[in-house]
């Protein structure tokens, strides 16, 4: 029996982005690629901006400049970009009737909006923020729902060459001013709220309550969603009265590639979060190259990843969707509402060709079943793609086989906000082996070290490092340069180490196994809590668990999961026996748990990221830190109901 999950067809292989790469370049084998991309960075990344088709208004003179470290590298140094100009503006000059979003809203309102109309969205935006007083290096936050105006903010913004600060919607007042004040913003972009499970959310208070305490915020510009009015804020400006018209189309700056684009705020376990700066040249160069290459995405695709603007995701999904001229669709409200099919229905209704998820959003819906997946026609997907988290092989499998129809490639891929884009993902020109993520992204040179530093011997975990720099890598933190070279560079010299623990096995496919800081050190035996989770979910009655470490005199940590049960089923201590013999069984008695707790629901952020943190701290009686990403806060009711 093959190890493969899904192996190319010569379709596949013959009409793939990345074989046009190949073929320019005389390169038969795809992994001879990632070799001399990894090999040879600056031919690999000049040789992608001329296929891909980046645009510079004024060349560049050198590709990289590392004088300063690879820790602070310079790309492209002597020419001009703009991300806008790239993602929107040329093709609205080239092909203005070619759909550039799909949007549908809960209420199953729907707008298709073209790469023209977007433009002038985008534009009526930018003079607006001009005629404020916005200007170069000036920060506005973006606080919006899934809204097309979210979108053409985040390029009106680009566009001036201000500096865009997505801020995720379903933050509460002081996380979002925490980011205010970190940043400095100008002015906060929000709504009056959006749809959600059936009933209105708002954000417009919330959005007043941290501009007050923001004293840099001169302006809080509002979009009015519902269209029955809001409460009035002493810094407002109504939507209607923000955007500025104009004769003519509105010229991108010319920008130095390495002028800051954006701010991406994540999350610290302690302290307030790391605001990772992106610059225009580096960000759109790599997206571009990732969403051409590895999701194989082109002009005529509709490219949906189910996410949230104020995400690296979202930025990710329309920046590469938009460089590649296609049509990215957004989805406002809950995937499962009002019914498990709502994900399946919209990609069915808009033609859906490559569709992202993550793999929590794959466990939540397999509950319904597979009928709700069949009812719908998803024969028009090429291509799935998956991101956050290491899958479990059932999930995998059924994402594969039920929503793919066993033809349908899974682009698994992994990076991180600081990362601005993927380490690892997987090709749609070579095989598939479950819960792999392929091989190294192109131009990524990658490896996995042991404790010492040296390379891990083939199937051997180790730690996750690049050794060399790439375009979209963040240009430190915000305010915080010591707290970005303490993070990632201060383990090895010259090394990003990323704190994902991963592998490599025999046939060279890759594989992540969870957060090197979540290692469990168990009896001195070091491994991660994904394999705890995979055990338990290979019992019948369990959906999805969660595995936490915790202080534990004889072995050093004892092992905590919390488990969600399928529909139907009892919670019991006889079953608590068994889903502990079955991890037991699993990863051999060392490794038994000290507890096993079913549970309704797991911590998550809007992302679909379990916050192990969370439940850990809960376990121990101790302060959760920094929960502003959390999306349902009665998960942790539900744990301490199972702790009791």
């Known amino acids: 029996m093959s190890d493969y999950s899904w192996e190319p067809t010569p379709e596949y292989v013959e009409n793939a982005n990345v074989t046009r790469l190949m073929r320019k370049h005389n390169i038969e084998n795809f992994r001879d690629l990632v070799q001399r991309s990894q090999d040879d960075i600056e031919w690999f990344w000049e040789a992608a901006i001329e296929d891909v088709g980046i645009e510079f208004f004024d060349p560049y003179d050198r590709l990289l400049d590392t004088s300063d470290g690879i ?126 499970r059936g009933s209105k959310v708002s954000m417009k208070e919330v959005a007043d309550e941290a501009a007050s305490q923001a004293p840099s915020v001169q302006h809080v510009i509002v979009f009015d969603r519902f269209g029955d009015g809001y409460p009035a804020g002493v810094k407002d400006v109504a939507w209607g009265e923000f955007l500025v018209g104009g004769d003519e189309p509105l010229g991108c700056e010319r920008l130095d590639p390495e002028t800051p684009y954006m701010i991406a705020y994540t999350s610290g376990t302690t302290g307030k979060p790391k605001g990772s700066v992106h610059v225009h040249g580096g960000f759109v160069v790599k997206i571009a190259q990732e969403v051409c290459y590895q999701v194989d995405c082109r002009p005529g695709d509709v490219f949906f990843w189910v996410t949230d603007m104020g995400w690296i995701m979202g930025p990710l999904e329309m920046v590469g969707g938009h460089a590649n001229g296609a049509c990215v669709l957004m989805y406002e409200g809950a995937p499962n509402f009002p019914g498990p099919d709502r994900l399946w229905k919209i990609c069915a209704d808009h033609g859906v060709t490559i569709l992202g998820v993550s793999p929590t959003l794959v466990r939540a819906l397999m509950p319904a079943g597979e009928e709700e997946v069949r009812k719908h026609d998803l024969s028009q997907l090429r291509i799935t793609g998956s991101t956050g988290e290491p899958w479990n092989p059932e999930p995998y499998r059924w994402f594969a086989n039920v929503v793919g129809g066993g033809r349908v490639p899974i682009m698994n891929l992994s990076g991180g906000t600081e990362v601005g884009a993927c380490f690892l993902g997987a090709s749609p020109v070579i095989p598939q082996k479950v819960c792999s993520l392929g091989v190294p992204s192109l131009g990524m040179a990658m490896a996995v070290l042991d404790a010492d530093g040296r390379p891990v011997e083939p199937g051997e975990v180790g730690e996750l490092v690049c050794t060399k720099p790439w375009p979209a890598q963040t240009r430190g933190f915000w305010n915080a340069p010591e707290r970005y070279i303490e993070t990632y560079w201060s383990r090895w010299p010259d090394m990003w180490v990323h704190g994902d623990w991963a592998s ?62 399928k529909p139907g089923i009892e919670a019991t201590a006889e079953l608590e026996k068994e889903v502990t013999k079955a991890i037991t069984d699993e990863l051999g008695k060392a490794f038994k748990p000290q507890a096993v707790r079913f549970v309704s629901e797991l911590p998550k952020t809007r992302s679909a990221k379990i916050l192990r943190r969370a439940i850990k701290a809960k376990v121990m009686g101790e302060d959760a830190g920094d929960l502003s990403s959390l999306e349902n806060p009665s998960a942790l009711k539900a744990l301490d109901e199972a702790l009791r």
């Open 71 to 196: 820790q602070w590298p310079k790309w492209f140094t002597g020419g001009t970009i703009n991300l806008t100009y790239n993602c929107i503006d040329r093709h609205a000059e080239r092909t203005p009737d070619a759909l550039a979003l799909i949007w549908e809203g809960e209420d199953g309102e729907v707008r298709r909006i073209s790469y023209g109309q977007l433009r002038t969205m985008v534009d009526g935006i930018a003079r607006g923020l001009l005629a404020l007083g916005i200007s170069r290096s000036d920060p506005v936050a973006v606080y919006m729902p899934m809204l097309p105006e979210a979108v053409a903010a985040m390029y009106a913004i680009a566009k001036i060459g201000a500096i865009y600060m997505p801020v995720f919607s379903g933050f509460g007042a002081p996380a979002i001013t925490t980011r205010l004040l970190d940043a400095q913003a100008k002015a906060i972009i929000t709504a009056d709220g959006f749809y959600r």
């Open 504 to 565: 490599i096995d025999a046939d060279g496919f890759w594989f992540l196994h969870g957060r090197s800081d979540d290692t469990l050190n168990i009896a001195g035996k070091r491994i991660g809590p994904a394999e705890f989770e995979s055990a338990a979910v290979e019992h019948p009655a369990v959906i999805e668990c969660a595995a936490v470490g915790v202080p534990d005199e004889i072995k050093g940590t004892a092992v905590w999961c919390f488990c969600i049960l």
